[in-house]
């Protein structure tokens, strides 16, 4: 088969590997028809997320058609058309129970936080992800879903994580009704963000971007108010400002470890590549947040050392709500959403790459070319 392989960073191509065989009774092999890069795969092509190894495949967002079943799977057949969540999951232990399946205690050798992740290094379990022509995909009678008939294929491709991370971010800020609600960073994870906080009952929302482009989007997509920061000496006083000088009620941090900033501020922010990354996004929301309120981080960082301003944070009793998305459990919601036309998730999809084509894929997404805001990745087996 074709497939994405990693070659260190900046540096991808597409070479063949073997087809993935059934290893459990519980796999599936799924023919993948889409697939996504994802803003959180650019940490991966930065070299920025530890034990990145050498001919990995990435690709945590995908969709496809079940190729073959293993002897214990019972929820899929052959040919039915499913999406597959970013998590990899058992469903049955402590966390799993609960509805924390970004959190499974049994998919993970590697890591005592995060579960399994479908192309994310071997630091969320090794697992290949899904920019390729086939993927295996574990315990599939816990996580793959049958797309359901009136659901678009696309919209179906951003259920996997964007629509629902986006939306998970949301449900983390506990918006009450008519609160102030701030979202930094117009990738697709704010961008859903920012639309999901009106369905929770916001009576402002604000995204904050340096991407002119991402800003229009913000507006025409999710109907918010923008702010472009690098038109600002400080960010936060503008915030402030537009605040009744208090800060926003709720902050939903939507950038990550890769977040950008003037130069003194990369400088204090101890950014010196570091797996933790640049906080300076996450910094931003404690600060422009009022006191008391809840900032909820959907930002992908690393395991390791970021210099986060928590005394500020424990001093403004604020609320800090966080963790990968489960995603499955958004999925009834928004299914809802969508089904009722409340919600057209495929409308931030801006380019369609050729699985052969997929490193041209990464530079213009990384390097914010020809207006990419969500790139999609179609396999020639589609």
């Given at each position: 088969?074709?497939?994405m392989?990693y070659r260190?960073p ?9 087809i993935?065989p ?9 023919r993948v028809t ?6 959180s795969?650019?940490h991966l092509y ?5 034990d990145?190894r050498?001919?990995?495949?990435f690709?945590?967002e995908?969709?496809g ?18 999406m597959v969540p970013?998590n990899?999951?058992?469903g ?10 970004s ?8 890591a005592?936080?995060v ?11 090794g ?7 086939f ?12 797309i359901?008939?009136w ?6 491709l ?9 939306y ?8 009450s009704?008519?609160d ?7 990738g697709?994870?704010g961008?859903f ?9 916001a ?7 340096h991407l002119e482009?991402?800003?229009e989007k913000?507006r025409?997509?999710?109907h ?6 690098a038109?600002y000496d400080?960010i ?12 926003a009620?709720?902050v939903i ?6 977040a ?5 501020q990369h ?11 640049s906080?300076i996004?996450l910094n931003?929301a404690?600060?422009?947040v009022r006191?008391?309120g809840?900032?909820s981080?959907?930002?992908?960082y690393?395991p390791?050392f ?9 001093n403004?009793?604020?609320?800090l709500?966080m ?11 928004l299914?809802e959403?969508?089904k009722n036309?409340?919600l057209?998730?495929?409308?931030i ?8 084509h997929i490193?041209e894929g990464?530079?213009?997404?990384s390097?914010?070319l020809d207006e990419c805001?969500?790139p999609?990745i179609?396999?020639t087996?589609?």
């Amino acid at each position: 088969m074709k497939s994405m392989v990693y070659r260190g960073p900046y540096k991808i191509r597409v070479e063949d590997k073997p087809i993935p065989p059934i290893e459990h009774p519980n796999d599936a092999i799924i023919r993948v028809t889409r697939a996504a890069i994802c803003g959180s795969d650019l940490h991966l092509y930065h070299g920025m997320m530890p034990d990145t190894r050498v001919g990995m495949t990435f690709g945590h967002e995908f969709i496809g058609v079940v190729e073959s079943v293993g002897s214990s799977v019972q929820n899929l057949a052959v040919g039915d058309r499913v999406m597959v969540p970013f998590n990899i999951y058992c469903g049955s232990c402590y966390f799993c129970v609960r509805g924390l399946y970004s959190n499974c205690h049994n998919v993970n050798p590697n890591a005592t936080a995060v579960g399994g992740i479908y192309g994310y290094s071997h630091t969320c379990g090794g697992y290949d992800g899904g920019q390729a022509e086939f993927v295996r995909v574990p315990f599939a009678d816990v996580g793959p879903t049958v797309i359901p008939d009136w659901l678009d294929e696309d919209d179906a491709l951003l259920l996997t994580d964007a629509l629902a991370t986006g939306y998970f971010g949301a449900q983390l800020g506990s918006i009450s009704e008519g609160d102030t609600v701030a979202v930094f960073g117009a990738g697709p994870v704010g961008l859903f963000a920012a639309k999901s906080a009106w369905f929770m009952g916001a009576g402002r929302v604000i995204v904050i971007d340096h991407l002119e482009y991402r800003l229009e989007k913000a507006r025409t997509f999710a109907h918010a108010e923008t702010l472009n920061f690098a038109e600002y000496d400080d960010i936060v006083v503008q915030m402030k400002k537009s605040t009744d000088h208090l800060g926003a009620d709720v902050v939903i941090e939507a950038v990550g470890a890769e977040a950008d900033g003037n130069f003194l501020q990369h400088v204090t922010a101890a950014k010196f590549k570091l797996q933790g990354g640049s906080p300076i996004a996450l910094n931003w929301a404690i600060d422009s947040v009022r006191k008391g309120g809840t900032v909820s981080v959907m930002g992908a960082y690393g395991p390791m050392f970021s210099a986060v301003k928590f005394g500020d944070a424990m001093n403004k009793g604020l609320t800090l709500q966080m963790n990968q998305c489960p995603v499955k459990r958004q999925w009834p919601r928004l299914f809802e959403h969508i089904k009722n036309g409340h919600l057209k998730p495929s409308d931030i999809i801006t380019h369609r790459i050729p699985l052969e084509h997929i490193a041209e894929g990464y530079h213009i997404f990384s390097a914010k070319l020809d207006e990419c805001i969500k790139p999609v990745i179609v396999p020639t087996t589609a």
